[in-house]
């Protein structure tokens, strides 16, 4: 691992680069392109950058209606806005499965001090339950453009859910492939099967368990819907104990994705972390993740407790 950067930073940046690529590419924004990044392709392409204002429900109507004459849209705003454009998401979007792609940015507790009314940690369990929709979380900068990539392939909705904490970029060999986990750290014991952020947290929690002799693997679910079920079911028999690690309620997410996958396994346990279906409140983010025990040493006492019985 090597330098930090947020992958909202990451999705602004690679949005420039692809506008020269894809003409057809245009930008929809709800009045923070300096805080989703979208500010770099307005820069760029100023002809193809649509701020739509304090308006989210309306910037989701007119990208319906730019797809449907071949332009390609990204929509941005905070995630925790989603709400406030659900409709127009659910029936001008998934229902016809128009081409339109949702990078929503600031997802989670690790916005910091903007608080619990700006926090969201609901938004996947609101896309996942989408029909058509397919749901993508990058743990880096370099994830974050492959999901870009995979949502341009996609002719469908797409909602990449980004965050404003800039997060370490892994240096090691990262293969994506849409709907499918990938294996960071190969463990025995238990794994920690984790998205966004929190894969950061995780892979410095295996280290902490591996000081305490435990051999915890750590897997990377950047792809919430379609879901990889057969595969968390594989990692289930092995390890034996899968702790899912998310930056979102436990209802709705990672977590209960996981849980369907194995409800019908014999002989395997799941432990959901994640924010335990309360609101978040405001603070630093290092200061937040201790206090909802996702920062590194809180999942390693909640792995250690966990196979210690």
Known sequence: MSEKKATRVAYGEYLAKLGHTHPELVVLDADLAGATMTQYFKKEFPDRFFDCGIAEANMV?????????????????????????????????????????????????????????????????????????????????????????????????????????????FEMDMPFTLGKINVLREGTDAALLCCG????????????????????????????????????????KK????????????????????AAAMVNLDGVKLTKLGVQDMFGQSGKPAHLLKAYKLDDQSIAEAVAKGLRG
């Open 239 to 258: 390890v034996g104990h899968i702790f899912t690690v998310e930056e979102h309620n436990v209802i709705g997410g990672l977590g209960d994705a996981a």
């Open 61 to 169: 109507d007119m990208a319906a209606g730019m797809s449907t004459v071949g332009l390609l849209p990204f929509c941005s705003t905070f995630s925790v806005f989603a709400g406030r454009a659900y409709d127009q998401i659910r029936n001008g979007v998934c229902y016809p499965k128009l081409n339109v792609k949702f990078g929503f940015t600031h997802a989670g507790i690790t916005l910091g001090e903007d608080g619990g009314s700006h926090q969201a940690i609901e938004d996947i369990a609101i896309m996942r339950a989408l029909p058509n929709m397919t749901v993508l979380v990058p743990c880096d900068a370099n994830e974050t453009e492959r999901c870009m990539d995979a949502a341009l392939a996609i002719k469908g909705p797409v909602y990449i859910r980004l965050a404003r904490l800039p997060s370490t970029i």
């Open 197 to 236: 952020v929190m894969v950061e947290e995780s892979m410095k929690a295996a280290e902490l368990l591996a000081a305490q002799g435990m051999n915890v693997a750590v897997v990377n679910a950047h792809t919430l819907k379609p879901f990889d079920e057969e595969g968390v079911q594989a990692l289930a």
